[in-house]
Structure formats: structure tokens, C-alpha cells
């Protein structure tokens, strides 16, 4: 008969918190990219992005953990201002401390890393050749970010025995905080694409400030109004964040293809659809000097030729 | 998908994120940020109504005991002040709650602000150990007037 295999307790915890951490990502990342026919990106950057973002926790923690401790060495009676404030605020130095501990340490080191590894991988990679993936790969890196951060913080919780608030506070937390890493990636990414693209020095230099800053802005503001228990206004601070990605899904700019052979274009053209056909081929029917002069049968044309060739389409 | 459903799509995702946001006010904790870096407590009420002169129960979570090496004492802060209103020693942190009272003299002064939470600071550096969730301070209970 055949034993049962056993894992120890921290890694049989460890493996859940990770396969219940994957949900939300899975989740977003069918939303985003699998259920699209035309993928745009290969599926094995998608995969290389994700696994990146789940390695960036590693450098971010321990940084943000050194900062925690030479905060704590250089003034201990300030410390716990880098997980939040002290409630009811009372003076200024109660948002201004925390305020310090959110942009300048958090936000900075999360942001500034994920920055840093796109734009290496945006420059060199030969996958990346519309705005459009740059948007893809971001928020790939984001959900990879967000996956392993919330098995790290499940595992904490799980280890200090906070069974009481484990369920809701780590649901809650997986939706809220992967919607976050999702919003501040996916600017992140597009702008990143854009100034990668862009042919003009100026415009480029202006790209890569706002592909840091806004990101870094929004990053350090959410984990502040947390961290001064205004939860409601930092989901509500993600909702234009998520519009703008969602109206950005199918803006028809990102998808022209800015580079081949590793070589930014300087004619950036979006491939043709099949309805674009259609009506161009329709309006040179429509302009022709028969049909000009006859326009009864532009009508005629229209009624039967053109709904025909775009049903068809 | 056509416009309008479009539209219907992105309702229904801005209603559900409002409600997941409602609900995480409710539930609070979704600030703890990441495992390292937890360097303030909770205090955990058994009631979140506080009657002056009544004692109250406080649990704790998440406090570095090993960083506490004198005696702490409690406050209770308003959005104007912070008042303290008892003293905790180490053993009795050690046992996992203590017990403290709102003071019926202080109640005048914490009226006008109606709510407020409960703060353990370490006496030594004033170093903030843990705070409570917001709790509602009542009229002054029986404890206050009979006395």
C-alpha cells in the first residue's frame, strides 16, 4: 500500500497561502491578457514578467526592512510612524512622519525597483513592440509582486496565530492590495513603453519622469491613506487608476507597432482590421468618378456590397 | 461587447470595489503592510462603548515584548489631546490583557471630544507600543455618580 506523503506543517502552509495568493492574480491576468484571441505578447514574457515581480519582494523587503531599522536606530520614539499614524491625528508631524515612511522608503523602494527592471527589459526586448504589450508586461510584474506579498503576509499572520482576523483581513487585503500593484504597474508600463517608443529626446525624457513619478505619487498616497486608517479613499484613489487601464484596453494608438528588429519605427503605424479594410475599400468604391456621377448606386452599393463585406469581416 | 454593456461591466466593477472598500473600513488591518516591518500593536477592546469609571479589558496583538523593558503606561488620545490614564508594568503585559479605567475626572475633559483610542506608550522613550480601534466614551456610568 501506498504511504501518504507529508510535507511539514510551514511548507504545507507556506504552499497554500501561495496557491490562494495566485487567485487574484490568475484572476486579473485572465482578464487582461488569456481571454484576448490576439494576444499581443508571447505568453512566456507574460510568464518571465510575473516571475520577476515575485522576485523584486525579496530586494524591496529587505531594503524597506533596513530603512524600518535605521529609522528605529536614529529615532525609536518616531519608529512605528512607518506603519501608520498614530490615531486620532493630533498635529501635523502625525501625516507628515508617516507621510515620509509611505513615499520616501515604500514607494520608492517598490516603485524604483519595478521601475528600474522595465525599463531594462523594455529597451532590450524584442517582444515588446506596441505600447500595448509594455501595458501587459507591467501589470504582469505587478500581479507577480502582489502574489508573493500576500503569501509573506499570510504566512506572517499565520505564524503570530491571528486566526480571528486571518479570513477577512487577508481576502480583503488580497483584492485591494492587487488592484493597487495592478493600477500603479500598468502606468507604469504603458508610460515606460511610450518613452521607450517615443522618437523625439524631449518627449522621451518627459515619458520616463512620469512613468516614475505618477506611480510613485499614487503608490506612496494609497499606502498613506491606509496607513491613517482612510481605506475608502484609497480604494477610491484606484478606481480613475483602474478606469484609465480599462479605457486603455482598447485604445487603437498602443496597439502600432513601434519597433522590429530592435529598431524604434519612425512611421508607427496599428495594424489594419479587417472592418478598416472593408470601409476603405468601400470609400475608394464611393469616391470613384462613376460614382460620383451616379449616386444612386453609392446607395445601392451600400445597401448590398459593404453590410455584406463586414458581416464577412 | 457593445457600448452599453461596456458601461455595465465597468458599473458593476466600480460597485463591487466601493463595497470592498466599505467592508475593509469595517473590518480595518488592511494597513499592515508587510511581515518585517510590524512595530505597532494592537489593543483589542471587549467593548468599543467605554463607560467612565468601568473597568475595560484590553487584549493585545503584535507587541515586541522583548523591546519592552520598563513600565508602560496607557493614554487615551483624542484629535486635541492625550491624556494618561494608567500605568502597565511588564508582568502585566506578560499575561496577555490588563485592565484599565477611564477616570470619572477625566471625563470632562474627553466629553467634548466623544471619541477617542486607547495608546500604549513606552515610558522610557515615549515610544508608541500599540493602539486601540476607535472606541465612543459614554455618559459618566453609575461608578461616577455613586461614589
Request: charged residues 15%; contains cysteine.
Amino acid at each position: 500500500m501506498n504511504e501518504i506523503v507529508s510535507l511539514p506543517p510551514g511548507v504545507a502552509i507556506a504552499i497554500i497561502a501561495f496557491l490562494l495568493s495566485l487567485l487574484p492574480a490568475g484572476l486579473f491576468i485572465w482578464l487582461w491578457y488569456l481571454r484576448r484571441v490576439d494576444r499581443p505578447v508571447p505568453n512566456r514574457t507574460v510568464a518571465i514578467s510575473f516571475a520577476i515581480g515575485m522576485l523584486l519582494v525579496w530586494p524591496a523587503f529587505k531594503l524597506e526592512g533596513w530603512a524600518s531599522e535605521f529609522w528605529y536606530d536614529v529615532s525609536p520614539a518616531t519608529a512605528h510612524y512607518f506603519v501608520g499614524a498614530v490615531l486620532p491625528l493630533q498635529v501635523m508631524s502625525d501625516v507628515l512622519l508617516p507621510a515620509l515612511g509611505t513615499f520616501a522608503v515604500v514607494a520608492t523602494v517598490e516603485e524604483g525597483l519595478r521601475y528600474l527592471m522595465l525599463v531594462i527589459w523594455y529597451r532590450k526586448s524584442r517582444d515588446i513592440d506596441q505600447v500595448f504589450d509594455g501595458l501587459v508586461v507591467g501589470i504582469a510584474a505587478g500581479l507577480g509582486f502582489a502574489t508573493m506579498e500576500n503569501t509573506m503576509y499570510f504566512l506572517n499572520l499565520f505564524a503570530q496565530g491571528s486566526f480571528d482576523t486571518l479570513v477577512l483581513v487577508f481576502f480583503l487585503r488580497f483584492m485591494i492590495s492587487t488592484l493597487a500593484h495592478i493600477s500603479f504597474a500598468g502606468l507604469m508600463g504603458v508610460m515606460l513603453a511610450r518613452a521607450v517608443f517615443a522618437i523625439y529626446k524631449v518627449q522621451k525624457r518627459q515619458w520616463y519622469i512620469m512613468a516614475l513619478l505618477v506611480p510613485w505619487s499614487l503608490h506612496g498616497l494609497y499606502d498613506l491613506l491606509l496607513g491613517l486608517d482612510l481605506t475608502i479613499y484609497a480604494v477610491l484613489m484606484l478606481l480613475p487608476c483602474l478606469l484609465t487601464l480599462i479605457s486603455w484596453i482598447n485604445r487603437r494608438e498602443f496597439f502600432a507597432i513601434a519597433r522590429e528588429n530592435g529598431q524604434v519605427l519612425v512611421n508607427q503605424q496599428a495594424p489594419q482590421t479587417k472592418s478598416m479594410v472593408v470601409m476603405k475599400k468601400y470609400f475608394k468604391q464611393a469616391e470613384s468618378p462613376w460614382n460620383i456621377h451616379a449616386p444612386w448606386l453609392r446607395e445601392r452599393r451600400l445597401r448590398y456590397t459593404i453590410l455584406k463585406d463586414l458581416e464577412k469581416g | 461587447m457593445t457600448r452599453s454593456q461596456i458601461t455595465a461591466v465597468v458599473l458593476v466593477g466600480v460597485v463591487l470595489l466601493l463595497v470592498l472598500g466599505l467592508i475593509a473600513v469595517q473590518v480595518g488591518g488592511s494597513f499592515i503592510r508587510t511581515s518585517g516591518e510590524v512595530r505597532i500593536g494592537q489593543l483589542i477592546l471587549s467593548n468599543n462603548k467605554i463607560l467612565p469609571g468601568a473597568p475595560v479589558t484590553v487584549t493585545y496583538s503584535l507587541i515586541e515584548l522583548g523591546a519592552i523593558d520598563d513600565a508602560s503606561m496607557v493614554m487615551v488620545r483624542t484629535p486635541t489631546e492625550s491624556t494618561v490614564i494608567s500605568e502597565v508594568t511588564k508582568e502585566e503585559l506578560g499575561s496577555g490583557t490588563f485592565i484599565v479605567t477611564v477616570p470619572c475626572d477625566k471625563y470632562e475633559e474627553l466629553e467634548k471630544n466623544k471619541a477617542g483610542r486607547f495608546v500604549l506608550v513606552l515610558n522610557s522613550d515615549q515610544r508608541v507600543l500599540a493602539q486601540s480601534e476607535s472606541f465612543t466614551l459614554l455618559p459618566a456610568g453609575p461608578e461616577c455618580i455613586y461614589r
